[in-house]
C-alpha cells in the first residue's frame, strides 16, 4: 500500500537475512514458535489506518451502546455462563481483510472480531526484532494511537495485572506450554511478570483460587486471572470429570477479560453491524430469502471456533439447517492481491488490537498483527508448502 516502502523492501530482502532474522527471533525462547513467520511486514499509509480506525470506532460505539447486552444475551451458551461478568471487556481485536476498493485503491472489510485477548505480548516482540534485521522507516510503528514501547506495556501492565503484584495474577490457559501461541505466554510473562498456569494445576479452597508458584513453590493466592481458556477446546480436550476446578462457578477472581465476553464480541455481532467496511450479514433465522447471488456469501455457525464448520459455496439446500438461529449468512470478502512476491501476490489481513483499561470511558487501539495468505482463506491449511505467507506485522504510518 506504500509503493515506494514495498519496492525497497523486496529490493533488499535475502533469504539469508530472513533466516538470521528467524534465527535470532527464536533464540530468547528456543523452539517456543511453531507458527509460520511470512517474509515481510504491511506498510500501511495513514489514509488506509484511518479507514480501519473508523469501522473499529463504530463498533466500539455499538458494545457502548446500553442496550449491547441485551442484544447479546443469546450468544452465551447456558452452560458456559460465568457469574460476575464486568462492564467491559478488557480486550477487542477486529479482523479486516484487505479488499480493491473498486477504483484503484484499496479498502478494509471486517472479517470477524473478539472480546478475547491476542497475540498482545509476541506483537511487541517480533517486530522489534524484525526492526533489527530490515530496513523499517523511524516514522512507522506497530504501535497505534501515539503508543510506543515503554507506553505501551505500562498500558497493558495496567490492563492485566492493575492494583495486584504481579505474582497475585495468573495467564490461565489449556496446556499453556503445547499452545501454538505459547511464545505470547512467554513474552507476556517476560513483560509483566506473571506466570503461565495450566487450569489443571489451580488449588480450589471455598470460592479462592491458589497455585504454586513455580519460582518458590509457595502456594499463592490468585486474585487476577488473565484468561485464554476458550471453553469449546476445553471440551474437546478430553479431561477427566473433576480433573480441573470448574472456573465457571461464583469464584473470588476478578477476570481479565471475562469469559463472557469472547461470546458476546463475536460473530453473534456482526448482523447487527450496518457500516461501509463491514460485509452485510444476517442471522439465517431472519433472512427472509436467500439472496439471488448465494455464491457471494459464506455460512457460519455461530458457536464453533477456529474456522470450523464453515460454509464458504453454500447452496439453498446448505441453508436448510437446523436451529437457523445459530447460523449466519455472510457476505464473501475478496481479498486483494496486494503485495507482490516472488511468484503470485500475497493477500493481507489487518488485527487491529484494543485495550480498555478498568474505569476508562472507552478502549484504545494499542497494537496490530497482520496474516498473509495465497490461499483461499487465511491459515495454515491453505498456504501449505507457500513463502511469504504466514504471521506478520503491519508498520503503521505514524
Not at 481479565?256 to 439465517?284: A, G, I
Not at 455461530?302 to 449466519?328: C, H, M, R, Y
Request: aromatic share 14%; glycine share 6%; net charge negative.
Amino acid at each position: 500500500m506504500v509503493p515506494a516502502l514495498r519496492e525497497a523492501f523486496n529490493s533488499a530482502f535475502t533469504r539469508e537475512r530472513y533466516d538470521l532474522f528467524l534465527a535470532d527471533l527464536n533464540s530468547r525462547y528456543p523452539g517456543a514458535i511453531e507458527f509460520r513467520l511470512a517474509e515481510t511486514p504491511v506498510f500501511i499509509p495513514s489514509s488506509f489506518s484511518n479507514q480501519l480506525l473508523d469501522a473499529c470506532e463504530y463498533i466500539v460505539d455499538l458494545i457502548l451502546d446500553p442496550a449491547f447486552k441485551e442484544l447479546t444475551e443469546r450468544a452465551i451458551p447456558a452452560n458456559d455462563r460465568v457469574p460476575n461478568e464486568n462492564a467491559h471487556p478488557h480486550f477487542l481485536v477486529f479482523d479486516f481483510g484487505v479488499c480493491d476498493d473498486g477504483h484503484g485503491g484499496w479498502q478494509p472489510q471486517l472479517i470477524e472480531m473478539q472480546g478475547f485477548p491476542s497475540l498482545y505480548g509476541f506483537q511487541v516482540y517480533y517486530p522489534e526484532t524484525l526492526r533489527r534485521h530490515f530496513s523499517i522507516p523511524d516514522d512507522y510503528s506497530q504501535f497505534l494511537d501515539g503508543y510506543d514501547h515503554r507506553s505501551y506495556l505500562d498500558l497493558l501492565r495496567d490492563v492485566i495485572v492493575g492494583d495486584c503484584a504481579p505474582e497475585q495474577v495468573v495467564l490461565l490457559e489449556l496446556r499453556p506450554h503445547r499452545q501454538k501461541t505459547r511464545i505470547d505466554f512467554y513474552c507476556t510473562q517476560d513483560y509483566l511478570g506473571i506466570t503461565p498456569v495450566c487450569l489443571t494445576e489451580i488449588i480450589q479452597e471455598g470460592r479462592q483460587l491458589f497455585y504454586l508458584h513455580p519460582a518458590t513453590g509457595k502456594k499463592t493466592a490468585i486474585r487476577r486471572i488473565y484468561n485464554r481458556v476458550i471453553f469449546d477446546e476445553l471440551k474437546s480436550a478430553g479431561l477427566p470429570a473433576g480433573g480441573y476446578v470448574d472456573i465457571r462457578q461464583d469464584l473470588d477472581v476478578e477476570w481479565v477479560t471475562h469469559p463472557n465476553w469472547f461470546y458476546r464480541v463475536s460473530k453473534f455481532t456482526l448482523p447487527f453491524l450496518r457500516h461501509p467496511f463491514v460485509p452485510p450479514t444476517w442471522f439465517l433465522d431472519q433472512l427472509k430469502q436467500p439472496p439471488a447471488d448465494l455464491e457471494n456469501y459464506v455460512l457460519k455457525p455461530l458457536f464453533s471456533f477456529a474456522g470450523q464448520g464453515v460454509i464458504i459455496d453454500p447452496t439453498p439446500a446448505d441453508l436448510e439447517v437446523k436451529n437457523p438461529e445459530n447460523w449466519i449468512l455472510q457476505r464473501k470478502v475478496t481479498y486483494a492481491g496486494l503485495i507482490p512476491t516472488p511468484d503470485v501476490p500475497a493477500k493481507v489481513e489487518i488485527r487491529i488490537m484494543y485495550l480498555w483499561k478498568d474505569g476508562a470511558p472507552r478502549p484504545v487501539p494499542a497494537i496490530n498483527l497482520a496474516r498473509l495468505s495465497k490461499g483461499k482463506m487465511i491459515g495454515v491449511d491453505f498456504n501449505k508448502d507457500r513463502e511469504w505467507v504466514g504471521g506478520s506485522v503491519g508498520f503503521f504510518e505514524r
